[in-house]
C-alpha cells in the first residue's frame, strides 16, 4: 500500500476537484498526480487486463499516469495541475 | 515565423536560447513542464511561492534560469508537446504542437532539439505493480511538488544519482529499507580519485561523496553488488523486494534476500529522448555508455537535415554541465548558420567548457554504463511483461523469436507481437527487446536498431491534428 505524503512547506490555496465522483483537497500548484497520490488512491486507471496502475516516471514520458479530466482522454497526471471543480476519473484501457 | 524553435528548456535548451537571443535572433522555447529548468532543475510551482529550487552543485544554474526567463527576444511555451517535426511543400519546416486541446503549428528557421533523457526502463518480474517507480519520478515529486513518495522505501539501480536521491529522501524524513547498488563501490572510489583530474566538473560527484556520509550517518544498509530481481505483492500489504547478491559482470551468485517497502525507486541509467530527431529523420547511432540511441551531429551540433540541431542529453547522457555547455555551442553554431556571427570571447568560453565536460562525461559514461545484458536477463521469466502498456509477455516475445528465424530486429519484433504499439510509444520496451533479440540470436544489441518514430511522438487528442491544417 502506497504511503505518500507532503512534506510541510508553503503551497497555493486549496483547491478541491473530485477523483471518481469523490471529492479531492488540494493545494493550487499541485499536478493532479501529487493530489492522488496524496489522497493514497490506489489506482490512476487499469490496463487491458484490469491491471492497476500508478505513476512510474513522473516526467510525462510513460503515460501510467493518465486520467480523464472533464471528458478528456489520455491526459498525464503529473504534467496537470490540478483546478477547482476539475472532474477527474480513471483512464480505463490505457 | 520565429528565427529558431527550441525543444526543451532544461539547461541544454536554455543556454542555447539565450546565446540566440543574444545573438538578436528571436526564439521560441516549449516545453511540457510548467517552468523552465529540464529534469535536473525542475522546482517548486509558482503557487507554492519560491521562484527557486536547491540546484546545488550547479552554482551556475541560478543565473541561466533568470536570465532565460527574463530575456525579451525568449518567448515561452510550457505545458506545451512538440508531437511532430513537418515540412511543407514549400520546404519550410514546422513543430506540431498540442496544448491537450488545441494544435498549432509553430514556423522556424531553425529547430534545436534539447529533449533531455528520461530513466532507463528495466524489465523485471513486478516492475509495473503500484509502487514501483524511476528513481526520477520519486526525486521530482520530492524536489518540485515536496512530496514524499512512502514512509519506507528501497533504492536500487547502478547509478551515482542513486545516492543522492538516498540521501534526498533520508533529509526529507523518509526510512529506507535498503540502498542496492548492482557495481562494487571501488566504482565510487575511483570517482573520487578521478576528482582532481577534472577541475570545474567535479559536482554529481561530489555530491554522491556527500551523500554516502548522510547514508552512514542514518545507518542504512547500503548493499553493494546487489541487483533487483523481483516485486511481488499481496493485496494492498506492502512491497515485498527481491535483491540478490551479483558478481563483477552482474550475474546473480546466492539467493535473495526480501525487504519490505512502500515505494521502490529504480534507477540504472539514463535513455536519450530521441523520438523526434527519429521522427523528423535524423540519423541515429549507437553508444550504450551514453545511454543507447544518440543523434548523430557534426561539430556544430548539427544532424544530417540541416535545419535540425541537438544538444544536451540526445548526443549522449553526460549530465549538467555537459548539456549546458553543448546548448552554448549550438546556439552559436545555429546563430553562424543564420549569418549572425558571435563575440569570440563567447565562443572560446563555450568551446573550453565544452572540452572540459567532454572529459568528465568519459569518465562518468565508461564507470557507470549499466550492464544492459544482465539486465534484461532480468526479463526472461515468461510471464513477466515487457511491454508496459500493451502488456506483452517474455513468453510472448519469446515464442515469437522462436517462431521466426528471421525476426532479428526491434521493429519486426513490434509487428510480431504488439510490443512497443502503445502509448507511450515503445520507449519503456524497446531496450529491454532490443537486448532479448540479441541475446536469442547471439549477437550485439545495437544489431537489433530501434524503433521507428512516427507522427505524433506522443498521443495528442485528434482535433490537436485537424488544427495543423490552419
Ligand atoms: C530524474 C533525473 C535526475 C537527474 N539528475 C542529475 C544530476 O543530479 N546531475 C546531473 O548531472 N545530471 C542529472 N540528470 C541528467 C540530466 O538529464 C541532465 O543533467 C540535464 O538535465 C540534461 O539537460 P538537457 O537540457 O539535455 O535535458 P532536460 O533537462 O531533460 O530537459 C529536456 C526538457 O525537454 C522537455 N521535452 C522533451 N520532449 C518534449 C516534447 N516532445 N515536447 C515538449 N517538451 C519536451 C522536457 O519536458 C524537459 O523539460 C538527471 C536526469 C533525470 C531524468
Known amino acids: 500500500m502506497a504511503n505518500f505524503h507532503r512534506l510541510p512547506v508553503a503551497r497555493g490555496r486549496p483547491v478541491r476537484f473530485t477523483f471518481e465522483g469523490a471529492p479531492v483537497d488540494s ?34 514520458t510513460c503515460f501510467d499516469c493518465a486520467v480523464q479530466v472533464d471528458g478528456r482522454g489520455l491526459v498525464r497526471a503529473c504534467l496537470t495541475d490540478v483546478v477547482e471543480g476539475m472532474v477527474v476519473n480513471m483512464q480505463e484501457i490505457k | ?43 517548486p510551482p509558482e503557487e507554492f511561492g519560491v521562484r ?16 532565460f526567463e527574463e530575456h525579451p527576444l525568449i518567448e515561452t511555451r510550457f505545458r506545451q508537446t512538440v508531437f511532430g517535426i513537418l515540412r511543407d511543400p514549400e520546404g519550410q519546416i514546422s513543430l506540431a504542437v498540442s496544448d491537450g486541446q488545441r494544435g498549432t503549428r509553430i514556423k522556424a528557421r531553425r529547430v534545436l532539439l534539447a529533449t533531455g533523457a528520461y530513466d532507463m526502463p528495466v524489465a523485471f518480474p513486478g516492475w509495473t505493480l503500484p509502487g514501483v517507480m524511476t528513481a526520477g519520478a520519486v526525486q521530482s515529486l520530492l524536489k518540485s511538488q515536496k512530496l514524499l513518495a512512502g514512509r519506507q522505501i528501497v533504492v536500487a539501480g547502478s547509478h551515482p544519482i542513486q545516492l543522492i536521491l538516498a540521501a534526498q529522501l533520508l533529509e526529507a524524513g523518509a526510512d529506507l529499507a535498503a540502498i542496492a547498488l548492482a557495481r ?22 561530489t555530491e554522491a561523496l556527500r551523500a554516502m556520509a548522510v547514508i552512514a550517518r542514518h545507518r542504512v544498509p547500503l548493499l553493494r553488488r546487489t541487483l533487483i530481481s523481483a516485486v511481488e505483492q499481496t493485496g494492498e500489504g506492502p512491497l515485498r523486494i527481491s535483491l540478490r547478491k551479483v558478481d563483477a559482470q552482474w550475474r546473480p551468485v ?23 530527431a527519429r521522427q523528423a529523420g535524423c540519423a541515429l547511432s549507437w553508444h550504450s555508455a551514453g545511454g543507447g540511441w544518440t543523434v548523430q551531429h557534426d561539430d556544430n551540433f548539427r544532424t544530417g537535415v ?19 555547455a553543448e546548448g552554448l555551442v549550438a546556439g552559436q553554431a545555429i546563430a553562424h548558420s543564420l549569418g549572425v556571427g558571435a563575440d569570440p570571447l563567447e565562443v572560446n568560453r563555450a568551446q573550453a567548457l565544452l572540452k572540459s565536460s567532454e572529459r568528465f562525461a568519459g569518465v562518468m559514461q565508461t564507470m557507470f554504463e549499466p550492464n544492459r545484458t544482465a539486465l534484461a536477463d532480468l526479463s526472461h521469466h515468461s510471464a513477466t511483461v515487457i511491454c508496459r502498456c500493451e502488456e506483452i509477455t517474455s513468453g510472448q516475445l519469446e515464442d515469437a523469436l522462436t517462431c521466426n528465424p528471421f525476426l532479428t530486429s526491434a521493429s519486426a519484433a513490434k509487428l510480431e507481437c504488439r510490443t512497443g504499439m502503445g502509448v507511450c510509444q515503445g520507449r519503456y520496451c524497446e531496450g529491454t527487446v532490443a537486448a532479448r533479440i540479441a541475446m536469442h540470436h547471439n549477437t550485439q544489441i545495437a544489431q537489433a536498431g530501434h524503433f521507428n518514430a512516427h507522427l505524433p511522438v506522443k498521443p495528442v487528442p485528434l482535433g490537436a491534428y485537424g488544427d495543423l491544417d490552419h
Open chain 1, 27 to 60: 493545494f493550487a500548484g499541485e499536478t493532479l498526480a501529487t493530489a492522488l497520490l496524496a489522497a493514497q488512491v490506489g489506482a490512476f486507471g487499469h490496463t487491458r487486463e484490469g491491471n492497476p496502475r500508478l505513476p512510474f516516471c513522473n516526467m510525462g
Open chain 2, 1 to 43: 515565423m520565429h528565427d529558431v524553435a527550441i525543444v526543451g528548456a532544461g539547461p541544454a535548451g536554455m543556454a542555447g536560447a539565450l546565446q540566440l537571443a543574444r545573438a538578436g535572433l528571436s526564439v521560441v522555447v516549449i516545453d511540457e513542464q510548467a517552468r523552465a529548468g529540464g529534469q535536473i532543475f525542475r522546482r
Open chain 2, 52 to 67: 527557486h529550487g536547491q540546484y546545488r552543485p550547479y552554482g551556475w544554474a541560478r543565473d541561466l534560469i533568470e536570465d
Open chain 2, 184 to 205: 562494487d563501490l571501488p566504482g565510487f572510489l575511483e570517482m573520487a580519485r578521478t576528482l582532481p583530474a577534472i577541475p570545474g566538473n567535479v559536482s554529481i560527484f
Open chain 2, 254 to 276: 546466492g539467493t535473495a534476500r526480501e525487504f519490505e517497502a512502500d515505494v521502490l525507486a529504480l534507477g540504472y541509467g539514463f535513455t536519450p529522448s530521441t523520438e523526434l
Open chain 2, 306 to 324: 540541416q535545419e535540425i540541431f541537438v544538444a544536451g542529453e540526445q548526443t549522449g547522457v553526460a549530465g549538467a554541465g555537459r548539456a549546458h
